[in-house]
């Protein structure tokens, strides 16, 4: 478990989805509704997706609907709900372990209101934005990575990108990619951390304690990467600390 005093997050995300329920009626986005509405009040927008109508064509095509958000009341944690998934985003740093109780309910009880026995897949984001002084910058002092180059060759970190990509034996897949952004302060660099793990797997609804078990496991797998990449300037820098 990681502390940290100036956490440098920009988003945290969870992205959930399931089969799309075949029979999908008002009431039942009605009570989802009511249901998220409860921790998330502000239900800023709402996007409907029309089909051109035709005579001449005799499908049945079903209204699309989404995504709906919900904020709550700070504004620093949002869902999106869609037909076939919910999104949770938070952009202020809130500890795992307050958030994932939450989180798992609101996903279950949804599904259960829509009638969908299982959940196909989730994929966790995390972003992390640092700020750099260009003067005598070395990135060898923020991340824990090197750079194979020609002597004379420079590096543009304006505009820089590198990443690995993992496939697991579980057929899941877990990328990392640091990018240099380019920013208006010409005495600085802008980075960005995205940590990306998408799992395949289906969990049923009513086995909460392994969709548990499989977010923690994830999350772990994440924090470790980012604590790991950063260098022991960077660590003291944000006030990171590994607590066991």
């Given amino acids: 478990m990681l502390t940290i005093e100036k956490p440098p997050l920009k988003t945290f995300r969870i992205d959930f989805k399931f089969k799309k329920p075949e029979k999908i009626s008002f009431e039942m986005m009605s009570k989802v509704e009511e249901l998220l509405k409860k921790d998330y009040p502000n239900a800023p927008s709402l996007d409907i997706i029309e089909y051109p109508y035709d005579v001449k064509i005799k499908a049945k095509v079903p209204i699309q609907i989404g995504p709906?958000?919900?904020?709550?009341?700070?504004?620093?944690?949002?869902?999106?709900?869609?037909?076939?998934?919910?999104?949770?985003?938070?952009?202020?740093?809130?500890?795992?372990?307050?958030?994932k109780g939450e989180i798992v309910k609101l996903v279950l009880n949804s599904c259960k209101i829509l009638e969908i026995d299982k959940i196909e897949q989730f994929r966790m984001e995390y972003i992390d934005e640092f700020t750099f002084p260009k003067k005598n910058f070395d990135l060898g002092n923020y991340f824990n990575l090197s750079i194979n180059k020609p002597e004379k060759w420079s590096i543009d970190f304006n505009d820089f990108h590198t990443g690995i990509k993992i496939n697991t034996l579980e057929n899941d897949t877990f990328i990392i990619r640091l990018r240099g952004i380019p920013i208006k302060e010409i005495e600085s660099?802008?980075?960005?951390?995205?940590?990306?793990?998408?799992?395949?797997?289906?969990?049923?609804?009513?086995?909460?304690?392994?969709?548990?078990?499989?977010?923690?496991?994830?999350?772990?797998?994440?924090?470790?990467?980012?604590?790991?990449?950063?260098?022991?300037?960077?660590?003291?820098?944000l006030g990171v600390k590994k607590n066991d």
């Fill in 68 to 99: 709906i958000r919900f904020l709550n009341k700070e504004k620093s944690g949002q869902i999106q709900f869609f037909s076939d998934g919910l999104i949770f985003i938070f952009t202020e740093y809130t500890h795992w372990n307050e958030i």
């Fill in 189 to 237: 660099f802008l980075f960005r951390l995205e940590s990306i793990y998408l799992k395949q797997k289906e969990f049923s609804i009513d086995d909460e304690q392994i969709l548990i078990d499989d977010l923690n496991y994830v999350h772990d797998t994440i924090i470790d990467y980012f604590f790991n990449i950063m260098s022991e300037n960077l660590r003291q820098t």
